[in-house]
């Protein structure tokens, strides 16, 4: 079940929601026939529960939000980006631990 936590980011939305966001955002590039992010997806959730008010968790569907996908070359998915001020500070490519991701966050 995902988190009520977990945004989605639309190619409408983007700017607002993530480069203009106040605050850090994980971005999880996504689509629903990827087994690797379906496996990622619970931990995304998990992380937008324990960051809730620090951090803004989202996921993008890049099968239907091409124009976002295309624009940060997204050539592989699961993909996720950790945004601070509009800019990308980390970027994993792949199945990525809970670790690594909350390391990330931490450090931000």
Excluded at 84 to 89: D, E, F, M, N, P
Excluded at 92 to 98: A, D, I, M, R
Aim: hydrophobic letters at 45%; aromatic letters at 8%.
């Amino acid at each position: 079940m995902a988190s009520p936590n977990t945004l989605e980011f639309t190619d409408a939305n983007f700017d607002a929601e993530v480069l203009k966001s106040a605050v850090p955002v994980l971005v999880d590039f996504w689509a629903e026939w990827c087994q690797p992010c379906r496996m990622l997806g619970p931990t995304i959730d998990q992380i937008a529960e324990e960051t809730k008010g620090k951090l803004k968790v989202g996921k993008v569907d890049i099968d239907h939000h091409r124009n976002i996908a295309m624009q940060y070359g997204i050539q592989s998915i699961p993909t996720v980006f950790l945004f601070k001020q509009g800019a990308i500070v980390k970027k994993w490519n792949g199945l990525v631990s809970k670790a690594a991701l909350t390391e990330a966050i931490n450090a931000i």
